[in-house]
């Protein structure tokens, strides 16, 4: 079935560091691939999105680009800051579902 | 724009009791979705109401069941608690498209004692 492998964390990096979580991803067809963030106590936040193949979500300086053929949609951030510790999630969509099925999360840990 | 609402945030039951937690979706989304995140876990499909019929349901057994109303808020019930249903639960609202994304409330933290 579908399924999405997450880096395990947590990943600690120093304010202003280059940040890379990595995703990839299994399933049929072409699906959606959305990162998600959760701070801590909160719900998920959709942070991006992307729908099909070679393209480029992005939002708040991160950036992820759904790559067919290594089946991956890697998160990437030039410069993080404390503000982004939390947990990121990479989820799919698959065309013919109607559910997200998500990966296990990444912490992300930013140390001033 | 209203965003997902979730009631109540926090909620202790007892086991063998029973709970329903409430979710009014996001303006014009029709489709509800449920999901139950463990700690440390990432989110797990209940089911999906659309319509008010239930759309999709994932690997949990009956005594896990909803509603979705014409203004397309929705209702988990959970019957005859265990301790591992323990977890926070969270509502999505969407459009029935495929490819659209799905917004979350904060979501409500039960715990089972």
């Known amino acids: 079935g579908d399924s999405v492998t997450q880096m395990e964390g947590p990943v600690t990096l120093s304010e202003e560091a280059f940040l890379t979580i990595n995703c990839t991803y299994t399933?049929?067809?072409?699906?959606?691939l959305f990162w998600y963030v959760q701070y801590p106590g909160e719900g998920l936040q959709l942070l991006l999105k992307?729908?099909?193949a070679d393209d480029k979500g992005s939002n708040k300086g991160f950036e992820a680009t759904y790559r067919k053929e290594t089946t991956s949609f890697h998160l990437e951030k030039g410069s993080v800051q404390v503000s982004d510790s939390a947990v990121y999630f990479c989820?799919?969509?698959?065309?013919?579902?109607?559910?997200?099925?998500w990966g296990a999360g990444t912490k992300l840990i930013i140390k001033p | 724009e209203t965003g997902v609402t979730q009631s109540p945030t926090h909620l202790i039951k007892t086991r063998g009791q029973q709970v329903t937690l409430r979710c009014s979706s996001q303006?014009?989304?029709?489709?509800v979705s449920w999901y139950q995140q463990a700690l440390g876990q990432g989110p797990q499909f209940i089911f999906q109401?659309?319509?008010?019929?239930?759309?999709g349901r994932g690997n949990f057994p009956p005594r896990f069941s909803g509603l979705q109303f014409p203004n397309y808020s929705s209702e988990l019930n959970v019957n005859a608690l265990e301790l591992d249903d323990s977890a926070l639960y969270l509502c999505?609202?969407?459009?029935?498209?495929?490819?659209?994304?799905?917004?979350f409330g904060q979501g409500t933290r039960l715990t089972v004692v």
């Open positions: 992307a729908t099909k």
């Open positions: 303006s014009g989304h029709n489709t």
């Open positions: 109401y659309y319509r008010e019929e239930e759309n």
């Open positions: 989820a799919l969509k698959a065309s013919s579902n109607y559910q997200l099925i």
């Open positions: 999505a609202s969407s459009l029935v498209r495929s490819k659209a994304e799905a917004f």
């Open positions: 399933a049929t067809g072409y699906p959606s």
